[in-house]
Nanobody
Framework: QVQLVESGGGLVQAGSSLRLSCAAS????????MGWYRQAPGNQRELVAT???????DYADSVKGRFTISRDDTKNTVYLQMNNLKPEDTAVYYC???????????WGKGTLVTVSS
């Protein structure tokens, strides 16, 4: 089992920045992928960004150029730097870890990001 704990959410104004962190309870076997997803009220959960253990990244079109995902494997942590936030970025942000060989997913409980206009 892997427990994930997100932090860094909050209430900010449009144009501001936030950095989300997600710490895993233990080191994660490779290969793997770590990612951020978000869910706004009334919407389905959607992918924001992912990063593999080989540092391949992928972003939703809506966040390209504004968000950056990174990871520190010495800390078992994945980050999401969010710049130039917009009201439409308001959502609960969830961290996910995928153990690629096993096809197993672990989810955090989420952190709320609210962007006011």
């Amino acid at each position: 089992q892997v427990q994930l704990v997100e932090s860094g959410g909050g209430l900010v104004q449009a144009g501001s920045s936030l950095r989300l962190s997600c710490a895993a309870s233990r080191s994660i076997s490779r290969p793997n992928a770590m990612g951020w997803y978000r869910q706004a009220p009334g919407n389905q959960r959607e992918l924001v960004a992912t990063i593999t253990s080989t540092r391949i990244t992928d972003y939703a079109d809506s966040v390209k150029g504004r968000f950056t995902i990174s990871r520190d494997d010495t800390k078992n942590t994945v980050y999401l730097q969010m710049n130039n936030l917009k009201p439409e970025d308001t959502a609960v942000y969830y961290c996910k870890v995928t153990l690629t060989w096993y096809g197993t997913d672990y989810w955090g409980k989420g952190t709320l990001v609210t962007v006011s206009s």
